[in-house]
């Protein structure tokens, strides 16, 4: 009887030991590095959920996303492919009709027998970035019922009566337009988008799963407009508002291109300081990002109610930062450490909590959750895997993170600095233990020649040419189909 009970105990742990881990894929759109444990804002910013799940993973505080805008980034981190490699450099490059067969995350871990489900903004959010093939199960919530909705009339409670409410716009700000507005909504918690993609998450965890499952959630805020519930708001009086530290003539070390980044979308920043609301625009911001947070706390609270809990991978990422008027700039895409740093932490079972320095991209995602689930390896990776990391956060790493900007413009962080090389040249380099607000450009200092050529071994060798934009093809929503628009020829792909 003894040996036929060990025979079976043998058996089972045999079974749980083949048992690939589960891996739940938290994204979140826009978030700089104002988290609680990161320490990017000057205040006090509310991030109990975040923290959380820092104490028990490898919190990476110098991760960097690939590209600082959502499209390009977003296609990197799910292709694991950079943008200088796939030609995928803006909002207007989408992924699918210019690279159908590409192996994203989701088809990998679905080819390798897993459940793939999901709601939210994971791909960027657009009929032709989140096709139902990359899915088994995937709730659109973003494309489909997000309050905010590009190019359609509104889909407000008040839409059918009229476009916009009395009080509109709720930031006081007139002329930014709907998509830089702020506020609280005419809605209850449980209606906004964010509430109901996390609902979605929460009852697949409370789910038996016959086998094991890559669930994707992503959290729109706090990406733009900063719509949250007033409690949220609340939990930053105006007397606590920090505004950002901002230079004057910061910019006058800076070349050109660097300029020109910073430019873009300034008339946002203005309005909003000849209105005299910079500060409430913080307050959103933060809001946001506390709605975002407490989102997070739901899904993870469920996930440890789990029959999963204890084989679950977590990983927690953000596609880019946000400028709230560091060198007088508001949004993203610059190359500047404002636009660049981002939320970043992996816990997976058997490994210590812990934090590393090292400079590390959003690229290595795909190939950091193959090898930690003992999938096949990856054809074709721009990025390497951060288990070693995971075993020790202070392991040498000669990798240092790289973003690129549109075609020819990247920047190289280290662990203690920045270098920038736009396309015609330029350039910019920062030390960011002495200088970390990028106020000194020291790349015409000849001290720091040799390190500039360190730098420069890292570049990009090739500059792929610019993908076809999404307006060179026609999309079919009913059977999520495209077709080239000069040849007609139907694309197909997985």
Request: glycine letters at 6%; proline letters at 8%; charged letters at 25%.
């Amino acid at each position: 009887m003894n040996a036929v009970l060990l025979i079976l105990l043998l058996s089972i742990a045999a079974s749980c030991s083949a048992t690939k881990p589960n891996v739940l894929f938290l994204a979140v759109d826009d978030m700089k590095d104002w988290v609680n444990c990161l320490g990017g804002y000057e205040g006090k910013v509310h991030t109990p959920n975040i923290d959380r799940l820092a104490a028990r993973g490898t919190l990476f505080t110098n991760a960097h996303c690939p590209s600082p805008k959502c499209a390009p980034s977003r296609a990197a981190i799910m292709t694991g492919l950079r943008p200088s490699t796939t030609g995928l450099y803006d909002n207007g490059h989408w992924w699918k009709p210019n690279y159908p067969d590409t192996v994203t995350i989701p088809i990998h871990f679905r080819n390798h027998g897993y459940q793939v489900a999901g709601a939210g903004k994971i791909f960027h959010h657009t009929a032709g970035n989140n096709p139902p093939g990359q899915w088994h199960d995937f709730r659109r919530l973003v494309f489909e019922e997000d309050p905010w909705f590009r190019g359609v009339k509104l889909n407000y409670p008040w839409s059918q009566v009229k476009p916009f409410p009395e009080v509109y716009p709720f930031s006081g700000v007139k002329g930014l337009g709907h998509e830089n507005d702020w506020g609280s909504l005419r809605l209850t918690e449980a209606e906004y988008d964010d509430s109901k993609t996390t609902a979605y998450a929460v009852r697949f965890l409370q789910r038996d799963q016959p086998k094991p499952f890559f669930l994707a959630c992503g959290i729109f805020r706090p990406h733009l407009p900063w719509y949250a519930p007033k409690k949220y708001f609340e939990l930053y009086p105006m007397e606590s508002i920090v505004l950002p530290r901002v230079k004057k003539g910061d910019l006058e070390d800076v070349p050109g291109p660097g300029r020109k980044f910073a430019n873009a979308r300034r008339f946002d920043f203005e309005k909003i300081r000849k209105a005299g609301r910079w500060k409430h625009a913080v307050q959103a911001y933060l809001a946001s990002i506390t709605f975002a947070d407490a989102q997070i706390g739901r899904v993870l609270d469920a996930l440890d109610q789990s029959p999963h809990a204890h084989n679950t991978i977590v990983v927690l990422w953000s596609d880019h930062g946000w400028h709230l008027g560091e060198k007088d700039h508001w949004h993203k895409s610059t190359l500047w450490e404002e636009a660049t740093r981002v939320p970043f932490i992996i816990s997976a079972p058997g490994y210590k909590p812990a934090r590393s320095s090292r400079p590390v991209s959003l690229i290595n995602i795909f190939p950091t959750l193959n090898e930690l689930c003992g999938l096949t390896q990856l054809k074709r990776s721009d990025g390497v895997s951060l288990v070693p990391l995971l075993k020790d956060p202070k392991a040498p790493w000669s990798r240092p993170a790289k973003i690129e900007y549109k075609s020819g413009n990247v920047a190289v962080r280290s662990e203690t600095h920045r270098y920038i090389r736009y396309q015609n040249g330029d350039e910019e380099l920062y030390d960011l233990q002495s200088d970390p607000l990028e106020w000194k450009n020291l790349a015409n200092d000849p001290v720091h020649r040799g390190l500039k050529v360190q730098f420069q071994k890292h570049l990009p060798k090739t500059w792929a040419k610019s993908a076809a934009k999404k307006s060179a093809f026609e999309f079919d929503p009913t059977t999520y189909s495209w077709r080239e628009k000069k040849s007609g020829k139907k694309i197909q792909g997985r």
